[in-house]
C-alpha cells in the first residue's frame, strides 16, 4: 500500500478532486498548509510599511491506494494540478505498512 | 418679564440623535484598531475602548461635565459643584445656555446637553489606546484612562468650549474637538507610547493588521457616527450644521483620494487600509474646521490630509516609537492640519458666529492677515503640551507603581489570554476542548465530562432512526 500527498495551489484543488474522482478513488484527505518552495513568497504593504509573507497557503492532499494504482494516480494530481507557473506543488510517495478501516476493523487492503 | 423656558423640539432631537451616533463611534473605533491589531491582542484593544465607554460616561457624570461646562472658574476649569452627580435638575425648566434674557437657551434640556458631550470625552480616551496595542495592563490603562481624563480631557474641553483659555481668552476656533479631540489624544498617545516602550520585536517582526474587513467596517461606523459629532456640534438645527455636514463628507471623500493616491505612486498598490485610514484622516482633519469654512476648502483639507497623514505614518519607523496604530500619526498629526487650516480658511461668509461668538477672525486668505493662525497655532500648542507633560507623568507613575506594561511572557503569549483570558477566535472543529465547562459547573471532571457528554449523544441517536425506520 502507498500514500500519495500532494501539496497543490489552493485554486487547483477542484480540478484534483474531479481528477481523482474519475480514477474511481475512493476518499482522500485536505488540510490547509503553508509553506514556499522556489517561488518563495509575496509582499504586502500595509501603511507604507513592507511585510513579506514568506509562507503561502497549499493544499495538501493525502490519498492511501493500492500499488498497481499509484502511478495513475500521481499522473492524475499532476495533471490537474499544473498551471505550469511557478508555485504549483509538488508529488510524493511514501510506503505504508498498515491500514484499517475504524468502522469495521477491516486490514490492509480491505480498508482501502 | 422673561418669557418661559421652551424646549425647541427640532433641537433636542437632533441632538438626541447626534449623541447616539457619537457614542457607536466608540464600538467602531474598537473595530477598526481591533482588524488593525495581531490577532492575539484584539480583544484588549476591543477592552479598552468599551471600558472607555463605562468608566468614562460615569466621571462625566459625576464631576468631568462640571468641570467641562461649569461656570469658568480661573480659565482652567469650571465649577466643580455647578452639576455635580449628586444634583438633580428639572427636565422641563433646566435647559442649557438658559440666561437671565433668554431663559430658553437652546432650547435643548441640560441633560441632553450633557449626553452629548459625554460622549465625546469617551471617545477622545479611547482613541489614545490605538497607541499601546499588546501591551499595557488593564488595570494601568483604566487607571491612566481616569487620571488623563481628569487632569486633561476635561478641564482642555473647558478651556475650549466651556469659555476658558482657548475659546474665551486666545479666541481660537474649534468647532468640533481639533484641539480638544485629536490632538489631545494624538499628544498623550505618543507619550504614553515612549512610557510603554516598543513592542518586543517591533519593528523587525512583521504586525500586520488580522482583519481588514473589520477595519473597513470600523471605519464605516466611525464615517456614519461623526456626522452626530461634527453636524451635532453646532448644537441647534440650521444652516451651519447643514454646512458642518456637507464639509465632513467631502472632506473625508476627498481624503479618501488623497491616501490612495499616495499609496498608488509610493508603495505601488492602493490598498483597504489605505482607503479606512484616508477616511479616518479627513474625518479628523474637517473636525474643527466643519462649520467654518466653504465647501471647496473643505475639499482641499481633506486632500492635504489624506497625503500628509499617509506620509506622517512612516515617521514612527524613521523615529523609532512604537504608535502601534497611528494615533500620532492620524489624530494628532490630522488635527494639526485641520486646526491651523482654519487660519487660513474660516469665513464669516458662511458662519457669523466666527467673529460673533468666539471673537475670531477670518483666516489669512480671506483678508484676517496672520492673527487667526496665530491664535490656531497658540492653541495647538498648548494642548499639545498639556496633554503629553500630564499623560507622560501618568504613564511613568503607573509603570513605577502598579505597572503599567505586561510581562513580557504575556505579551509573547498574547495579552487577550494574559489580561482578559479569553481568545478572539475560534475557529477549529475540535474547539480547542471545551471539557472545563462541565468541571466549571461542577459536573465531574472534565475528562469524564467530555466522555460522559458524548455518550448521550450516541443513544439517543438509537430512537431517532428506530422513528425513522418505523
Redesign the interface.
Known sequence: MKLVTAVIKPYQLDAVKEALHALGVAGLTVSEVQGYGRQKGHT?????????VEFLPKIRVEVLTDEIDVDKIVDAIVGAARTGKIGDGKVWVTGVEEVVRVRTGERGLDAL | MPEAPTIDSGNTVWLLVSTALVLLMTPGLALFYGGLNRAKGVLNMMMMSFSAIGLISVLWWFYGFSVAFGADVNGFWGDPGAYLGTKTFLAETDLWGATAENPSGIGVPLYVFMAFQMVFAVITVALISGAIADRAKFAGWLLFAFGWATLVYFPVAHWVWGGGIIGGDIHALDFAGGTAVHINAGAAALAVALVLGKRLGW?RE?M??HNIPLVALGAGLLWFGWFGFNAGSELTVDSVAGLAFINTQLATAAAVLGWIAV?WI????P?M??AS?GAVAGLVAITPACGFIAPWAAVLLGIVAGVVC??A??LK?KLGYDDSL?VV?VHFVGGWIGSLWLGLFATNSVNAAISDVVGASDGLLYGGGLTQLGRQALAGVIVSVWSFGIAWVLAFVIEKTIGFRVRAEAEVEGIDIAEHAESSYDLSPAGGGTGSAFAMAGIGTPGGGATSGARPEAESAEPVSAKAAG
Do not use: C, I, N, W
Open positions: 504586502e504593504v500595509y501603511r507604507g510599511a513592507e511585510y513579506t | 519593528p512583521g500586520k493588521p499609496e509610493k508603495d505601488r498598490k490598498t487600509v489605505g485610514s499617509a506620509l505614518v512612516s519607523y497611528d500619526g
